[in-house]
């Protein structure tokens, strides 16, 4: 379900939108960019599994503040890697996938296939856009390895990692979740709380993460569900 893009309502009454500032007074804001946006239109096409399309969205705006919030990262790495991260699912057979990443699952071959796959098919797309080799290869060490393995490479990998476990905290991370498993959305918080919270590798991933956490911990209060 998208999020509620045009008012139901004006409770006040009057116009204010002539008030309302430009993006660039607000934190947080961004685009994708001519790059970005030439790499998400080939990559959008193998994102379509499992919401993965979504979540890769939903990553790479949390990426983009990850790589603001440290100057010395490469977000000319990090975005084009989150949005290429996981296009190699596409490349596994779809029924299979929950098998994958379910509780207790042991699927391993079907991570690693889908971070080699993937690799491959980014180094396409980039080559395709004309992106400069060096880039191509740091981008692919990146995606090649982004689930199995548990230690960074770099900084950009670190911040790549972090924001493809953060999507899992936000509501739409949650309701994904919820309905892979059937899960309430009490259950599903605290088996996504258990495989984020202790897996991330910034101190601004790790604050994001408690701020996500508590905003779905109203979410799912008695207190919150009784307000209706």
Do not use: C
Not at 26 to 47: F, K, N, T
Not at 61 to 84: F, N, R, S, T, Y
Not at 194 to 199: A, K, Y
């Amino acid at each position: 379900m998208l999020p509620l893009l045009t008012p139901t309502r004006n409770d006040y009454g009057y116009d204010v939108t002539g008030l309302v500032p430009g993006w660039e007074s607000v934190l947080g804001a961004g685009d994708l960019g001519s790059e970005q946006q030439a790499i998400w239109d080939r990559a959008v096409g193998y994102l379509k599994v499992r919401s993965n399309d979504v979540h890769t969205i939903y990553s790479y705006g949390i990426a983009q503040a990850l790589a603001d919030l440290h100057p010395e990262a490469h977000p000319e790495v990090v975005l084009p890697a989150i949005l290429l991260h996981d296009i190699g699912w596409s490349q596994a057979p779809e029924g299979e996938i929950l098998d994958a990443i379910a509780p207790g699952g042991d699927r391993r071959d079907l991570i690693v296939l889908h971070e080699k796959e993937g690799a491959r098919l980014a180094r396409g797309i980039l080559q395709e856009l004309g992106v400069e080799p060096s880039r191509v290869e740091a981008i692919l060490a990146i995606i090649d390895g982004h689930d199995t393995r548990r230690e960074a490479i770099s900084l950009d990998d670190a911040l790549v990692k972090d924001a493809d476990k953060l999507w899992r905290l936000t509501p739409h991370g949650i309701d994904t979740v919820m309905g892979w498993f059937g899960l309430t959305r009490d259950e599903a918080h605290r088996l996504i709380g258990s495989r984020v919270h202790h897996h991330l590798l910034t101190d601004a991933g790790r604050t994001m993460a408690r701020a996500l956490a508590a905003v779905a911990w109203v979410d799912s209060s008695p207190q919150r569900v009784a307000l209706g």
